[in-house]
C-alpha cells in the first residue's frame, strides 16, 4: 500500500493535505489536455505530419507548416548545448580536483548569481556583444553576410545561460565521489588526470549526465533571450550564420493576438503542444537511460 | 604497465604527465572563460546603464512623453513586478508546501503513488515558462478575465510551483529518520511531526528555496507576456493590469530613441540589484536560521 495506516487524529490532516499533492498531477494531465483541445481543430482537418513537417508557414493563407520552427529550436538548443557542455564539464573539473579553496570561494557566489540572472538581461548582453561579434568579426571569416542575428548568436547566448546550472550542479556531483576511491587510484601510480578520467568521471558520469539533462531542458524552452538575437525568420536555417525561429520565440511573438484568421490560433496551440512533447519528451528519454545506467551499475 | 626497465617506464610516465598538464591547461582555459563572459555580463551592464541611472528612475512613474525619452521613471514595474511575485510566492507556497508534507509524512517514499507525484513534478519543473503562459492565457479566456495582476500572478505562481516543491522535497528528504522516530516514539501524531520538528528543521531550507523561487519568478518575462498586461499607473487592484520589469526592459529596448533603451539598460541595473539582494539575503538567512538546526 501507498499510505501508511492513520490514526484517528492524523486523519483528517491528511485528507486535507492529500488533494495538494495530487495538484501537480492534474496539473500537467490539464495543460496538456488544454494545449490538445485548443489544437484540435486544426488537427482535425489535417494529419499531424502534414503539420509537423511541411516548410510554409503563411497564416494569411492557410498554411500552419511548423518544421521551420521545430528545426529552428532544434539547431539553436544543440548547438548551444554542444558549446556548454564541454566548457562546463572542464570547468567543473577544474573547481571540483584542482582548484585551490580560494578559487571556488570565488566561483561559486558568481556561478549562484548567473544561474539566477533573468533571460532578458542575458537577451540584451546577446544584442549589445554577441549579435555584433558574430555580425562584424565572425561571419566574415567564413565568409558569410549575416546581420548577426543568427542561429550561432542565439546559441552563444543559450550557452552562456545554462553554463550555470551545469557547473553547480556537476561540482556537486564531483565532490561527492569518495576520496578512498581517489586514493586507491592514486596509491597505484596514477597522476591525478588519470584519476579523473578512469576514476571521477566513471563514478560520477550519471550525475553528470543528469546536470546536462537540466541544462538542456531550459535550454529548448528559453523564450526572450534567444527571441531577442535570433533573427526571427520562419524558414529553414541552412547554416548556424542564418536566422531562424524557434517555438519559443514564435508563441512570444504571436500568441496574445491570433484571433482574427481561421485557424492560427489552432495553429500556435498546436506549437505550445509540440514544444512541450519535445521538452517531456527529452527528459523522459534522460530519466530512462539514468535509471538504465544506474540499474547496470547496481 | 609496470613491468618494463626503469627508462622506458619513466619516457612513459613523460607523456602522462604531458597529457596530465595539457587537460589542466585546458581546465583553466575554460573556467577562466567562464569567470570573464559571466564578469564581462555584469560589468557591461553595469557601464551601459550609468547614464540613465538616476534616482528618478526608481522614484517615478513613466511620465507623458516617456518613451520618446523624456521625464519618467519605471516605479510601476518595479511595484507590479514586487506585487507579482509576492502574490505568486504565497500562492505556490500554500501548495507546494501541504503536497511536500503530504508526500513525506503520509506516503511510502518508495511507493508507486509517491513516485507518480514526483514525476510529475519533474515534468512540470521541464515545461517551459512561454507554455505556461500560453496557458495561462487560455485559463484567462476561460474564465473571461482580462490581462491582469491576477492573471499573471497565477501563471508566475504556476512557473514557481515545481521550483518550490521540489527543493522543499529535497531539503525534507535530508531530515534523519530517528529525529521522526523519536517523535512518534513520545506519542506525537504524523501531523504534529511534519509541522512541528520535520518544518521547523527544514526551516533554513523552506527560506532558501522561497527566496530561490522569487527570484525565478522575478526574472521570468514569458510567463507574464500575454498574461499580465503593462500598464504606466501603479497597480491598486487585482484585476487592473500590472507592468512587470522584465517587460519593461524588453520594450524599452526595442525602442529606435537612444535615451529609451539607456533606461533598458538602467531597468536591467535594477532588476540585477534586485536579483543580487535575493541571492545574498538567501545565503545570510540560510547560515543564520541553521544555528537552531539539530544535527
Redesign the interface.
Known sequence: ????R??R??RV??L???P??????A??AV?FL??LA?SWPLLSLKSLSSLIFSTTWLPSRGHFGLWPFVLGTLWVTITAFLLAV???I??S???SE??PAR?RR??Q??????A??????????G???VVPLVGKYLAPVFGHQSSGYSILAASLVLA?MI??TI?SVSVEVLNSVPLSLKEAALSL?A????V?RYVVMKKSFPGILAACGLGL?RA?????AVL?VVGNVPLIPRSLLSPAYPL?AL??NN??EMMSIPGYESA??LA?LL??VI??GF?LLA?WYLVRISRRSG | M?NQPGHQNSGRLRT??R??SF??L???V??C???A?????LA??LW?SLPALKLSMITRNPGSGYYLGREGGILNAILGSLQVVFGATLLALA?????????NS???RK????E??RF????????????????G??IMITFHLRASLLAGLITVA?VE??IL?RALDETIKLVPADLKEATYSLGA???QT?TRVVLRQTFPGLVTAVL?AM??G?????AV??TAGYTDKITTSLLQPVATL?LA??FQ?NSPFPEVQQR??AS?AI??LL??L??LAS?SLSRRLSRHKIR
Do not use: H, Q
Not at chain 1, 191 to 194: A, G, I, K, Q, V
Not at chain 2, 95 to 103: K, Q
Open positions: 500500500m501507498a499510505f501508511y492513520l490514526s487524529r492524523d490532516p491528511g486535507a493535505t492529500a495538494f499533492a495530487f495538484f501537480p498531477v496539473l500537467a495543460i488544454a494545449l485548443k564541454p566548457v562546463s572542464l570547468t573539473l577544474y573547481l584542482y582548484a578559487v570565488v566561483f557566489p558568481v556561478l549562484d548569481l548567473l539566477g540572472m533573468p533571460s532578458v538581461i542575458y537577451g540584451m548582453w544584442v549589445l556583444v552562456l553554463l550555470p557547473i601510480g597522476t591525478r588526470f588519470e579523473i531542458s529548448f524552452g528559453e523564450t526572450i531577442m519559443p508563441l512570444a500568441y496574445g500556435l496551440n505550445a514544444l512541450l521538452v517531456v527528459s530519466r | 609496470n602522462r604527465l597529457v596530465e587537460f589542466k585546458l581546465m583553466v575554460s573556467a572563460l567562464v569567470l563572459s559571466l564578469v564581462l555580463i557591461i551592464i551601459k501548495i507546494a508546501l501541504p503536497a511536500v508534507v503530504f508526500l503520509y506516503l511510502r511507493s508507486r503513488l509517491a507518480l507525484i510529475a513534478l519533474d515534468v512540470l519543473w521541464g515545461i517551459p515558462s512561454i507554455v505556461y503562459g500560453a496557458f492565457f487560455l504556476l510551483l515545481p516543491s501524531s504524523r501531523w511534519a530561490m527570484g525565478r522575478l526574472g521570468d518575462a514569458a507576456l500575454f522584465p526592459i524588453f529596448l533598458a539598460f536591467a532588476l540585477t536579483i543580487l535575493i541571492s545565503r
